[in-house]
């Protein structure tokens, strides 16, 4: 939601200022707006001017500077209730500050509020106890519902449920803030119901809206006409800072015109944060205001307490009790160094700025006015710059092997009564130049990450130390520019400038990218810096991540694939074979062939590395013509990875004893037998010259096949293998040694079945031919009747539809 929300609303300049506005609960890292541009800064300057973000005394950072582009970013998450509260306006005040020269500029962090707060009622249930007598129009004060949020965020309307007895009046108090009343709009009659309960919702004016709720609870008794009215609307008290526990703040006082037990008075907060109730605590039968806890001008200088004072009837009036709380001189001054050079050159010219010092007091006017002074026998002063800052500087010339570092000792002290000082302790070294580069640990360093690797996994770490003193001697870590496969090499690898640790940027693929070199790059901070360079060279290891590809039968569900079977396959003879691939190497790669379903379970039996399909025994009569069998291929990774395909398998010699043959990939996906009905009915006629030309071809060419020309080996043409493709034993290719020849029928271009031969010492023997027997010429002679009888049969169908 938040998200949605980022916005920049405005950013310009009043009196040299810079106000940028964004909503609250933005995320940490969002973009502010571009301050460099703003205030016309020059974003290459930015680091070596050292530009940073002064909070100005504030307890929290809420924005930083990107260094490289300018942009002003969220540090943490604002949450604007907590800073300002219920104020109109939530505005932080922060510095830019800039060195060499030191420069500063303010800016405006103004807040905007979003709709982050639902509407709460103090109570789960308000109750009321109205007499029957009571007249119309009556009115009873409810208790106001508390949103965090202002604005149009905040309370705008409320509603009751619909009614016969009661309606609901919203007023608008003298401070803005929105309560309703319920109005008596229909006398109540105990006789006939003595408890009414209504639901009030309190809605607030976000986008969307958000609403709470909270049940009113009417108890029917006598008439209590009169609310207690407070001596006063608003009550004004000021009180000090740190003010002793139980002190008495101000004492309320509410009279009720109602006599006995209806005059009687309570008084309570209305809605308060748990913050505030845990300072103040109010007296319900005196009304008198004690502190409970301490307050803080720096955190609140206005307090607002909102009080009731109810009767026993539950008719309430109210007030508001505003505390200023006043300032005393009970912070002391704080010293903070910027940017301080520990190291100083000892070639530094007089007047060279050592570091800047900002001094802050959360005191205010004068208890937050501060003096800074150092001691007299070094050779450094404290020159006074813009508002609390203090440029430290030399004053004469440096000499190591004189005096190689100082210790000054810095005051501050504020003008408060009476006044508070603290002071601080800089330790300054006198350094040498920089004349020695980094050296690498190793000569070269190689990294192995498994590929699949989450970004931003550490793969390895480099080394480099560097001999010189100080800043001279931090080594800090890059990456060379340069390109990996047409990419920049930043787009690979990251690495962390302080640690050497070297982090992967991308998730590898060994099936795309299996080694690369870059160069790291050792750098001092020294000036001028020097540095040196060493290769890394990362290799990717394989992981099982690709399932095998089963390339023989096609796994589409589309393709039907049917192969016959003669019935007289002996044992151990070839059917068929299941091709797969696997991208993936090694043992990853390595492919086996189970059956995990088969129609007839003993009769066919597959090799584990081969994929060969083969008859178990031999082909008996009661075997089922029509065998289907579920192959699983599983690679020999870590784990398994499998793939699955289904064969159709037909026990037959030829396709006169297979008259359903068209219609078995139909009968497999359950059609429905109407279908082929219709095309009966449509196409009876020439069904029967067709049944009398199969019948012809298939008697013709059973006694012209000089030979079984099937034993069950497939043909797979050379478009199912991937290109370049290389047949490796065990791996569950098809090996080489394989030829296959396609014997096809006069039907085979529409035909769903590959009749096959394969020349391999398993299959049928190829002196299996067919001779001419007197059973061959008894079936010459009956073909005559067959076609009588078929004409015959034919006919009588057609009639019959």
């Not at 190291?343 to 501060?370: C, F, K, M, Y």
């Amino acid at each position: 939601m938040f998200g949605l929300l980022f916005f920049v609303l405005m950013a310009h300049t009043v009196d040299g200022d810079v106000s940028y506005s964004f909503p609250e609960e933005m995320k940490q890292g969002s973009v502010i707006g571009n301050i460099a541009k703003d205030l016309g800064l020059d974003v290459k300057s930015l680091s070596s001017r050292d530009a940073r973000i002064d909070n100005e005394g504030n307890r929290k950072l809420y924005c930083d500077i990107n260094l490289n582009t300018g942009e002003l970013i969220v540090a943490e998450k604002i949450d604007r209730e907590e800073i300002c509260g219920k104020k109109a306006s939530c505005v932080i005040k922060q510095e830019l500050v800039l060195e060499n020269p030191l420069e500063l500029r303010r800016f405006v962090l103004n807040i905007q509020d979003i709709n982050d707060n639902l509407p709460q009622f103090k109570q789960n249930i308000i109750k009321f106890e109205i007499r029957e007598s009571a007249y119309k129009g009556s009115r009873y004060l409810l208790d106001e519902a508390h949103d965090a949020d202002i604005g149009v965020n905040s309370v705008q309307s409320y509603a009751i449920e619909n009614n016969e007895h009661f309606l609901l009046s919203v007023l608008t108090g003298v401070n803005g803030v929105k309560y309703g009343e319920l109005v008596l709009n229909k006398e109540l009659d105990r006789e006939q119901q003595k408890e009414v309960t209504l639901i009030l919702t309190a809605v607030d004016g976000g986008t969307p809206p958000r609403s709470g709720t909270v049940a009113i609870h009417v108890t029917v008794l006598d008439a209590n006409d009169n609310a207690p009215v407070f001596s006063q609307a608003v009550y004004k008290v000021s009180l000090p800072e740190n003010s002793p526990l139980d002190t008495v703040v101000v004492t309320v006082s509410a009279t009720d015109a109602d006599e006995g037990q209806n005059g009687d008075v309570m008084y309570e907060f209305s809605h308060l944060s748990e913050s505030l109730l845990e300072i103040f605590d109010l007296d319900a039968v005196s009304g008198e205001l004690k502190l409970t806890g301490i307050i803080d001008y720096e955190e609140e200088s206005t307090i607002e307490l909102p009080i009731q004072a109810k009767d026993s009837q539950g008719l309430a009036g109210r007030c508001t009790v505003l505390i200023d709380v006043t300032d005393i001189n009970d912070n002391v001054p704080t010293i903070m160094t910027k940017s301080v050079k520990i190291s100083i050159p000892e070639n530094a010219l007089p007047g060279t700025e050592v570091g800047i010092i900002n001094v802050q007091d959360r005191d205010s006017e004068n208890n937050g006015q501060v003096r800074c002074s150092i001691q007299q026998n070094v050779p450094f002063k404290l020159v006074p710059s813009i508002k609390n800052y203090f440029s430290l500087v030399t004053t004469g010339e440096l000499d190591r092997e004189l005096l190689s570092d100082y210790n000054i000792t810095i005051t501050a002290t504020d003008e408060g009564s009476p006044p508070l000082s603290s002071t601080k302790n800089i330790h300054l070294t006198v350094a040498d130049v920089n004349d020695n580069p980094p050296v690498f640990q190793e000569q070269s360093y190689r990294a192995h990450v498994q590929e699949n690797n989450k970004p931003g996994s550490s793969i390895c770490s480099v080394s480099a130390t560097d001999p010189d003193w100080r800043q001279n001697g931090t080594v800090v870590y890059s990456l060379l520019s340069s390109d990996l496969s047409g990419a920049p090499v930043s787009s690979f690898l990251s690495i962390n400038g302080d640690t050497g640790v070297i982090h992967a940027v991308r998730s590898f693929d060994y099936e795309q990218l299996k080694s690369f070199k870059v160069l790291v790059l050792a750098r001092d901070n020294g000036s001028p810096p020097l540095s040196s360079n060493v290769t890394v060279s990362v290799f990717i290891t394989d992981e099982n991540d690709n399932s095998p590809q089963i390339l023989y039968p096609s796994p589409e569900g589309n393709s039907f694939m049917t192969e016959m079977v003669p019935k007289a396959a002996q044992a151990r003879s070839l059917v068929s074979k299941v091709i797969a691939v696997d991208a993936d190497s090694g043992q990853n790669a390595w492919l086996s062939y189970h059956i995990i379903k088969a129609t007839d379970p003993g009769l066919f039996t597959i090799g584990v590395h081969s994929g060969e399909i083969r008859t178990q025994r031999d082909i008996s009569e009661s075997d089922s013509m029509k065998q289907n069998l579920i192959v699983s291929v599983r690679d020999n990774g870590q784990s398994s990875l499998s793939a699955t395909c289904a064969l159709y398998l037909l026990i037959s010699d030829n396709l006169a004893e297979v008259p359903e043959l068209k219609d078995i990939s139909r009968d497999e996906s359950s059609s429905k037998l109407t279908f082929y009905l219709i095309i009966a009915l449509v196409s009876v006629s020439t069904f029967f010259l067709t049944f009398i030309i199969i019948i012809l071809a298939v008697r013709f060419c059973r006694r012209r096949k000089p030979r079984l020309l099937f034993d069950g080996a497939v043909a797979i043409p050379s478009a199912y293998l991937p290109p370049n493709y290389a047949d490796v034993e065990g791996a569950g290719t098809l090996r080489s040694t394989y030829n296959y020849d396609a014997y096809l029928t006069t039907g085979s271009r529409t035909s769903d079945f590959k009749f096959i031969r394969s020349y391999n010492e398993d299959t049928l023997t190829a002196d299996l031919t067919l001779k001419k027997t007197q059973s061959a010429v008894d079936d010459l002679e009956g073909l005559d009747a067959e076609l009588n009888e078929s004409f015959q049969i034919m006919f009588g169908c057609s009639m019959a539809f």
